[in-house]
């Protein structure tokens, strides 16, 4: 029963498919350009579209569709959605520019005890609003 619901869900559908999109998008495109392919682009952070984004608008505008733009739960989804969006343009953005400064001091000042950390954090605002169109589209055709 609960999983025959979830199957027929269709804004949690909107969301894996639109996030799988960007996903696949991140990975392709280094095979094309680059004539690479690079695993952890599967499953990795930031990245032109930005899959938090296309995660959120697809279930936002989802939810738009099927339970109105004047319901609670769409309103909801909408500030849920914003948040993300800014967490991922400006949070996480600057922690990774913040990563970047840490890497340079480690390699250039041989601090053994010290790990290299992950530089591509975030998006910048084009990457989120093609994410967000991209969802968008997406949770809206599902």
């Avoid at 697809?58 to 739960?73: E, Q, R």
Wanted: charged fraction near 15%; hydrophobic fraction near 50%; proline fraction near 4%.
């Amino acid at each position: 029963m609960v999983f025959s619901s979830l199957l027929d869900n269709r804004p949690f559908w909107a969301a894996i498919i639109a996030w799988a999109i960007a996903q696949g998008f991140k990975t392709i495109r280094p095979i094309v350009t680059q004539r690479k392919f690079d695993a952890t682009r599967l499953v990795g952070t930031g990245g032109m579209p930005s899959s938090h984004s296309s995660l959120v608008m697809a279930l936002t505008a989802s939810i738009g569709k099927y339970y109105g733009l004047d319901s609670a739960l769409f309103a909801i989804s909408l500030i849920f959605s914003c948040v993300v969006m800014y967490d991922a343009a400006g949070i996480r953005r600057a922690a990774g520019k913040q990563a970047e400064i840490l890497n340079y001091l480690i390699e250039h000042h041989k601090l053994p005890n010290f790990d290299k950390v992950k530089e591509l954090l975030g998006h910048t605002p084009l990457e989120v609003l093609v994410g967000a169109i991209l969802g968008g589209v997406v949770g809206w055709l599902v």
